[in-house]
């Protein structure tokens, strides 16, 4: 497709599991962003990806948030022990080279933990 | 870190009105976008502001940036209900230059009353 997609849209855990969330940005774009929105909440920032750089994971809330993007294009997002705080719609975003800022969004993952 | 604030939280008008909604940034700003995001749509770029004093517009849609005071504005003209949605501000997140981390402010929910 010609936009970013994410899966699966919707997912459903118990307090303890761990969650795989997958991220195919727009084919071309070096640069893949990882939010997460909370109910009433902005958009807090997770980890960001530019080209082969090393990522920069300063937003992750806890350790037991990790990130990996392979061959420079999917991305996925892991969450292991979730808690029922992880429960929030997950946002994947990539721009292109030189376009830093203008971001594409996927229509997100809503994580529900139980 | 940057932090942006965002005002007002939320704004209700009656259709063909005015308004405005502000980002005002902690810091010093490198660039700033503004993004619309509608339910169950995902975020949608609006705009993207570089330098001081630039302006543009997007259908009805203006935006400003005012580097002294760390601040832009957003003004919408003869609102439609198709404006409806929440409007976010980003600006990169780091010290100095593009650093990438866009981070963004919590948003100004609007609504238009027909």
Known sequence: ?114 | SQELEQSPQSLIVQEGKNLTINCTSSKTLYGLYWYKQKYGEGLIFLMMLQKGGEEKSHEKITAKLDEKKQQSSLHITASQPSHAGIYLCGADGGYGGSQGNLIFGKGTKLSVKP
Do not use: M
Not at chain 1, 82 to 90: G, H, K, L, M, W
């Open chain 1, 1 to 114: 497709g010609a936009g970013v997609s994410q899966s699966p849209s919707n997912k459903v855990t118990e307090k303890g599991k761990d969650v795989e969330l997958r991220c195919d940005p727009i084919s071309g774009h070096t640069a893949l962003y990882w939010y997460r929105q909370s109910l009433g909440q902005g958009l807090e920032f997770l980890i960001y990806f530019q080209g082969n750089s090393a990522p920069d994971k300063s937003g992750l809330p806890s350790d037991r948030f990790s990130a990996e993007r392979t061959g420079g294009s999917v991305s996925t997002l892991t969450i292991q022990r979730t808690q029922q705080e992880d429960s929030a719609v997950y946002l994947c975003a990539s721009s292109g080279q030189g376009n830093i800022g203008k971001l594409f969004f996927g229509s997100g993952t809503q994580l529900s933990v139980l």
